[in-house]
């Protein structure tokens, strides 16, 4: 299986990865500290990674987007709408990597019309 679209979670020192292929089916979970992460995405092939957008999540994307992958940074709203439960560092990149701009759901294209 090839990862398509990752999720990361941003956080001070332990980083929060999740993968999903074109399927929709996960491809990889990891925890990532800081130092890690760019060594991780080097030897990953270049896939779409989204973001939500926070203090650092400029300096990360630009980072990421240096090793040849597509970053989409997202507001804290569109990330909020696949929490299910509570907020916590596993379930965010889920959440992240399903809503990345490319991979809207139905209702968020609706939503997002209504607003412009």
């Not at 980072?63 to 916590?88: D, F, I, W």
Request: glycine letters at 4%; charged letters at 30%; a positive charge.
């Amino acid at each position: 299986m090839i990862t398509t679209t990752i999720g990361l979670d941003l956080a001070k020192s332990v980083f929060q990865v999740h993968g999903v292929d074109a399927g929709s089916q996960v491809t990889l979970r990891k925890k990532l500290r800081r130092p890690e992460v760019l060594r991780f995405f080097e030897a990953l092939p270049s896939c779409l990674v989204g973001m939500e957008a926070c203090a650092t999540a400029r300096f990360w994307a630009r980072e990421v987007a240096a090793l040849g992958h597509q970053v989409r940074l997202m507001p804290p709203s569109y990330v909020k709408a696949y929490v299910r439960r509570q907020k916590n560092y596993v379930a965010e990149p889920r959440r992240s990597a399903r809503r990345s701009p490319d991979r809207r759901c139905a209702l968020c294209r609706r939503r997002a019309r209504s607003v412009r």
